[in-house]
């Protein structure tokens, strides 16, 4: 279980900045008596596609590759994966073109600066061993995964699965130790070749457990490898993603302030090369979302918006912006030191980060480049020829990975631990929806438990964005009307009474997670969703159906990454949409990220961008036909609407969006 800029503000939302009882009585007058009920109904307001329902459901740590590398689309469809560019072959061998993926070590010694794109790069010969990290050694009911018994699979997840797989949950441990090198490989365990590997086809299984890569902010950047000196026509953003394992095997998830271990090998960090591990399709590996795939729609080009973590990834998927570190009043102020990012490298050391956060945690003032890690992000932004804005707020500490909300479930201000972030004061999508009137819900597996605070809840508190912010938990009727559990979200179902915008996480046990979940439950999960909604036809026929990672997880990806702001983008991530029009199979390239899926409600629900720094400002992306990848009018983003096909009108835009690919004219930054 997860528990782990600063623009100016209307009077009202400024009014909203504490998170004392004065705050509680400003949000309640702000919102006095908004339930889901009192809310226009969703099939009744205007929108401008046939959509009036999306859903969003959000799993965890897959990147494109990871998942969909070995996917060959359609007949007419083309996809950008490992398989395509011939890094690997169909039945997971390494392809002709398998050195384009080779990872390499580095030099990053330097105490006085961070290495992005550090120098003295070496290929490996064979990559280090897969680590076992702490996947559960054997079955066990206690402390799952898995467990040891059907009985205490279905008394724990018995409503969020269909009855035939439970079975999941109780399979799959490593028999194994913690923290050793994973010999499920057999002989290929410290002799796989220098690139990506098919994790199902020289070891285990796809229904086993896995370890968990490093996916940390400072540490995705550095594995990128971005500079302009690397840059050329398909990649003119320069960055490589050739430091994946040595960034995992030299610092992982970070020091935390500690000095660098004594007897240091390649396991010392308990991770190895697996982040090159990836699944395959054509080997039966991931059933459920390819037959999705391959009747529905797909992108290819949709990244998780900030390199890192779980928190900063899932804030950005209701924000679209970043949170800052506040004095609990809505000022900006500075976090203690030790939760201030250092990824300077200890003297004597190879890459040892300074300080990496502290449990977890981080923040960075990227508004000043004299700043630890700060200068050499802002020197390649500047370097990039249509210069991007940092989007970072003068003296303005931002949150770059995972700490706990400012808030509890029961409304209350969260004391509980340092390693919190202050309430926030930044405006998410749902006070642009309330503005309107338009009903939405987030509905979180174990909601009622996290609410009664059980040690047992499998609830994700740092996936929830409206879970920090002020307006939103300093209002009790808003909390219960919309904050709900997924129990609620099979009665709204049934019920028909489904908002227009639902936000839907699983919980620790089903999310996907490498090393505490499995993606074929994450599957499952999302397979009794849509199953429910087809099972309605009229809710089916008006509805879209989002299905997305938070983050890439550390593992490897070959996309083209768009640097937005200092944030990211990160690497590619999956995004499946589903709805009677998105069918056929399609393979969408345009560039998109979680802002996306705010642009999306924007436009539906005919709403503005939530703040004037917020990332769902930025224009479309018009992009070459010869290289359908890399916006020519960067920094842009997608608003998913190329995702389907909703008639003439669609037709019509499509077309002129067709005809702008393959005209540049007007966008002076393209450097090729």
């Not at 120098?119 to 996947?135: H, M, R």
């Amino acid at each position: 279980m997860k528990r782990i800029d600063n623009v100016p503000r209307t009077p009202i939302l400024q009014a909203l900045l504490t998170c004392s009882a004065a705050a509680l009585a400003v949000g309640t007058a702000l919102y006095p008596s908004v339930s889901a009920s009192q809310q226009t109904n969703a099939v009744s307001i205007q929108t401008t596609s046939p959509i009036k329902h999306v859903i969003v459901i959000v799993g965890e740590n897959r990147t494109f590759d990871h998942v969909f590398g070995a996917y060959k689309p359609r007949r007419g469809q083309t996809v950008s994966n490992l398989l395509s560019k011939g890094i690997i072959t169909q039945d997971g061998k390494p392809g002709p073109n398998f050195a384009a993926a080779a990872q390499y070590t580095a030099n990053a010694d330097n105490p006085n600066r961070f290495e992005l794109s550090p120098s003295g790069k070496k290929p490996y010969t064979v990559l280090p061993a897969p680590n076992t990290g702490f996947v559960a050694t054997a079955a066990g009911d206690t402390s799952p995964p898995p467990f040891a018994t059907l009985a205490a699979a279905q008394a724990a997840e018995g409503a969020a699965l269909n009855a035939q797989d439970l079975v999941h949950l109780t399979t799959g441990a490593s028999g194994l130790p913690h923290q050793v090198p994973d010999t499920r490989f057999g002989a290929n365990t410290f002799n796989l070749p220098n690139g990506p590997y098919q994790i199902s086809r020289v070891g285990p299984n796809y229904d086993q457990y896995m370890n968990s890569p490093v996916h940390r902010f400072y540490q995705n950047w550095q594995q990128s490898d971005c500079s302009v000196s690397h840059a050329t026509y398909d990649n003119p953003s320069g960055c490589k993603m050739d430091l994946f394992v040595w960034v995992e095997t030299s610092i992982g998830a970070g020091s935390n302030g500690k000095p660098k271990p004594a007897n240091f090998t390649d396991q010392t960090t308990s991770e190895g090369s697996t982040a090159l591990g990836y699944y395959n399709v054509n080997s039966g590996d991931m059933p459920y979302f390819n037959e999705l795939a391959r009747q529905y729609t797909i992108s290819d080009n949709y990244h998780q918006p900030v390199m890192g973590g779980t928190g900063a990834n899932s804030i950005m998927i209701g924000t679209a912006d970043a949170l800052y570190y506040t004095d609990g009043n809505g000022h900006a102020t500075t976090p203690p030191a030790d939760q201030i990012e250092n990824p300077h490298p200890l003297a004597g050391t190879n890459n040892w980060y300074t300080q990496d956060g502290y449990s977890g945690g981080t923040y960075s003032n990227c508004s000043d480049p004299k700043q630890p890690g700060v200068g050499a992000l802002r020197h390649y932004l500047g370097t990039l020829p249509y210069h991007p804005d940092p989007n970072c707020a003068a003296n303005t500490y931002y949150l770059l990975n995972n700490y706990n909300p400012g808030y509890n479930g029961d409304g209350s201000v969260n004391t509980s631990s340092a390693f919190t972030i202050p309430p926030s004061p930044v405006r998410t999508i749902a006070d642009s929806l309330l503005a309107k009137n338009i009903s939405w819900k987030y509905y979180g597996e174990g909601w009622k438990t996290f609410v009664s605070n059980l040690p047992t809840s499998v609830y994700c508190n740092i996936c929830n964005p409206f879970l920090y912010e002020t307006a939103i938990m300093s209002n009790p009727a808003l909390v219960a009307a919309h904050l709900q559990d997924t129990t609620d979200l099979y009665s709204d179902i049934t019920a028909g009474t489904l908002p227009a915008v639902s936000f839907v996480k699983p919980g620790g046990l089903l999310d996907g997670h490498p090393e505490s979940s499995k993606f074929g439950l994450y599957e499952a999960f999302v397979h009794k969703i849509i199953d429910a909604v087809q099972a309605n036809p009229a809710l089916w026929a008006s509805t879209a159906i989002l299905i997305t990672t938070d983050e890439g997880g550390g593992y490897y990806d070959s996309g083209y990454i768009q640097p937005v702001d200092f944030f990211g983008d990160g690497p590619r991530i999956p995004l499946i949409v589903v709805s009677p029009y998105s069918r056929g199979g399609r393979v969408v390239h345009e560039y998109s990220d979680h802002a996306s899926i705010v642009k999306f409600i924007d436009r539906n629900w005919a709403l503005s961008p939530i703040t004037q720094r917020s990332r769902d400002n930025l224009p479309n992306p018009v992009q070459l036909s010869g290289n359908p990848y890399v916006p020519v009018n960067a920094p842009a983003i997608s608003d998913l609407f190329d995702s389907f096909r909703f008639g003439r009108d669609q037709d019509d835009h499509d077309n002129d969006n067709d005809n702008a690919q393959g005209n540049s004219g007007g966008f002076g930054w393209w450097p090729f």
